[in-house]
């Protein structure tokens, strides 16, 4: 098994900044492709960030510029580094894990393990 947990979130206002952090642990996790995804009551849950486990990272058109993903194996720690935020990025945040992928991927299917999310609140 995998366990996410993740921290940092909060409430801030537009054009504040926040990082994200998830910590990975189990007796199954490895060098895995890693991403961060958010959801809205009502809504589907969409990918963010990614970064692959080989490298690379792949973002969401809505936070080009604006996010930055990253991560420090020697920690197993996953961060989500969010600048300029604005009231559409509320959401609940989610770190998950996709051992199958070796690229980065937004897509939610590839995904086997989630934390429980951080709450992530912009106001304007």
């Known amino acids: 098994q995998v366990q996410l947990v993740e921290s940092g979130g909060g409430s801030v206002q537009a054009g504040g900044s926040l990082t994200l952090s998830c910590v990975a642990s189990?007796?199954?996790?490895?060098?895995?492709?890693m991403g961060w995804f958010r959801q809205t009551p009502g809504k589907e849950r969409e990918g963010v960030a990614s970064i692959g486990r080989y490298g690379g990272t792949l973002y969401a058109d809505s936070v080009k510029g604006r996010f930055t993903i990253s991560q420090d194996n020697g920690k197993n720690t996953l961060y989500l580094q969010m600048n300029s935020l604005t009231p559409e990025d509320t959401a609940m945040y989610y770190c998950?894990?996709?051992?199958?992928?070796?690229?980065?991927?937004?897509?939610?299917?590839?995904?086997?393990?989630w934390g429980q999310g951080t709450q992530v609140t912009v106001s304007s």
């Open positions: 998950a894990a996709a051992p199958s992928a070796r690229s980065p991927t937004l897509i939610r299917t590839f995904y086997n393990y």
């Open positions: 189990g007796s199954l996790y490895g060098r895995f492709t």
